[in-house]
């Protein structure tokens, strides 16, 4: 069944890329189609840590109030663990937030702003539609299937690819050598134990298979989120064999009950695509390419990607489609998110303990270094000095 009338763009990924995207287009007055295969609120392996780029970004847009209403934490301090080494970093306007909280938010408020929102529905890429570029979007959920042909689709897909049938026109994904699989687990507060940091810092280890974020989320639980070698999984014998290792060296254990989410994995982190899109069709946050984050890196990027898409692809639907707007949005796409050589350059360095055990030290030695790389990953905020402590006190 195809419907009619058909709107003027179909968004396929309803995390903080695409619901972002989404927004803007409806307020700009056109009718926008935001589908996601899964029903929300739901659970999503992530840091859950909104720097104050991205948080900049809402509040740009006039989402203050959902900033607001999120009810994270803010924490002031980062503390990077190598076995028993530590550095405490200052931390300044970075937000503690769940996926679960900030994606039904951001869900909301686009609903607000007009969007139509089809939730439990999975999308796939067709053929070019008559009279414009623009794919034909195919959407089943169960037995119901019905086409969408929009003037633009934006794929907001995460890092899973969004599907095509053959004859689509899409970009490649090629994955990153040596590239770590994403994890993640969340512990209710009553049962994280001593795996509960201090709730005003966020820690992360790091060690030879990988390394782990910990930080205390609005209800009080404790997300762990990380980047693990895939080989060092299996040799452990599964992802929480691996973070148990990982917490150990860092004089740290799991706790004995079973978590409240998890533990869930993730494709390969770090990928590109061969073009940010087809004609017709952008893609924006992760699924344009994607680099393993750090410290909270990762919802910051997609949400300013998220806004420099929308007047394009705004522009886009009232004109229509021409073969440089590909060009135009890989030029913008670069220029907002930037070459991340310091993620390239941190990636590197977690790799080897021996490193990170000398890094640590330059940080500690050199507080206006550090003041500019935290500044630089996460927003343009005053910062104290470091402090270097050599145990593995909480």
């Not at 739901?42 to 006039?62: E, I």
């Not at 782990?212 to 999984?233: M, T």
Request: hydrophobic share 45%.
């Amino acid at each position: 069944m195809r419907s009619r009338p058909d709107p003027d763009c179909v968004v396929v990924g309803a995390g903080p890329a695409g619901a972002l995207v989404a927004h803007g287009l409806a307020l700009k007055g056109l009718w926008v189609v935001l589908v996601d295969r899964e029903v929300h609120p739901r659970w999503k392996v992530c840091g859950c840590c909104l720097g104050a780029r991205g948080a900049s970004v809402l509040r740009d847009r006039g989402l203050a109030a959902v900033v607001d209403s999120l009810d994270g934490r803010r924490p002031s301090r980062l503390d990077l663990r190598v076995d028993a080494q530590r550095v405490t970093l200052p931390l300044s306007g970075t937000l503690v937030v769940s996926r679960t909280a900030l994606d039904a938010a951001l869900l909301d408020a686009a609903r607000d702003a007009g969007v139509t929102v089809l939730e439990g529905w999975s999308a796939t890429l067709g053929s070019t539609a008559t009279g414009h570029p623009a794919p034909i979007l195919h959407l089943r959920r169960g037995d119901e299937a019905q086409q969408l042909d929009a003037r633009v689709v934006v794929a907001a897909t995460g890092l899973t690819p969004l599907p095509a049938r053959a004859g689509a026109s899409t970009p490649q994904i090629r994955v990153g050598h040596q590239s770590r699989i994403g994890l993640g687990a969340v512990y209710d507060a009553h049962t994280a134990g001593s795996l509960r940091p201090d709730p005003d810092r966020v820690v992360m280890l790091a060690g030879p298979a990988g390394y782990l974020g910990l930080s205390v989320l609005e209800d009080g639980a404790v997300n762990l989120a990380g980047a693990l070698d895939p080989d060092a999984v299996r040799a452990a014998g599964g992802m929480e064999a691996t973070v148990a290792r990982l917490l150990t060296r860092a004089g740290l254990a799991l706790p004995d009950a079973p978590p409240r989410h998890g533990w869930k994995g993730t494709p390969a982190l770090t990928r590109s695509a061969t073009r940010p899109g087809a004609p017709g069709l952008f893609l924006v946050g992760d699924a344009a390419g994607y680099l393993e984050p750090f410290t909270g890196e990762g919802m910051s990027w997609a949400l300013e990607s998220a806004a420099a898409l929308t007047p394009l692809a705004a522009e886009v639907v009232e004109r229509g489609w021409c073969p440089a707007d590909l060009g135009r949005w890989e030029a913008l796409r670069r220029r907002t998110v930037g070459s991340r050589t310091l993620i390239r350059t941190v990636s590197w360095l977690t790799r080897s303990p021996r490193r990170m055990h000398a890094a640590l030290k330059l940080l500690a030695w050199t507080p206006g270094l550090s003041r500019s790389l935290i500044r630089r990953a996460t927003g343009p905020t005053p910062l104290p000095p470091p402090r270097l402590l050599q145990d593995d006190s909480a």
